[in-house]
């Protein structure tokens, strides 16, 4: 009798790494907290302590990705999907994204001299942030499809918001990010392995 359980189990894991073969879910919760922690502590040092904010994001930003490499793997390998044409996409899309967003930034301020005041390079280097986000909802887990138009209008607004503009959006994303890990996205109660 249990050799007919292990073997429904063992259908039922592989019936569900062939249906999301070429869709891949969200991944391990722990990163969803990972970047909620780093978004939440580095919007409210631009508000509290700016000139440690923009270390905090670029230590704390390779950091957060070669910990979210490292969670992902992992997680990839306990549920037997090491799939390592999604991980060079995974990671274009995520460092590749975020660093063509900052050399762009950068650019624009070269030659547009008001995007030189850090507000409004910020404000517009969090919106292509928040393209990179949507996209990811494109292509690889759909929290980001509303993740990433909030983080955008987050970056609209911030300038509207009298005292402590940057910490608002920030703790609203982080919000978001701890609540798409909460709330599973459609999919990730398939992601899990299976009992053994």
Request: with cysteine; net charge positive.
């Amino acid at each position: 009798m249990t050799d007919v359980t292990q073997l429904r189990q063992d259908l039922q894991f592989v019936r569900g790494a062939v249906a999301r073969r070429g869709h891949p879910g969200p991944g391990p919760a722990s990163i969803y907290f990972l970047w909620a922690g780093y978004v939440l502590i580095g919007y409210t040092l631009i508000d509290f302590a700016r000139a440690a904010s923009g270390w905090f994001f670029l230590i704390g930003g390779i950091t957060g990705g070669v910990l979210s490499w490292q969670l992902g793997k992992r997680w990839a390998m306990r549920i037997g999907e090491c799939d390592m044409a999604l991980a060079w996409r995974s990671l274009l899309h995520w460092a590749g994204g975020i660093v063509l967003a900052v050399i762009a930034m950068i650019a624009l301020s070269a030659v547009i001299l008001p995007l030189r005041q850090q507000a409004y390079g910020g404000q517009i280097l969090v919106v292509l942030i928040g393209m990179v986000y949507f996209l990811a909802g494109v292509h690889f887990d759909r929290n980001f499809l509303w993740l990433g138009p909030l983080l955008m209008a987050g970056g609209v607004l911030v300038g509207l918001v009298p005292r402590y503009g940057w910490t608002a959006p920030g703790a609203v994303i982080a919000l978001g990010l701890v609540l798409a890990a909460l709330v599973p996205a459609r999919g990730r109660q398939h992601s899990q392995p299976p009992s053994e």
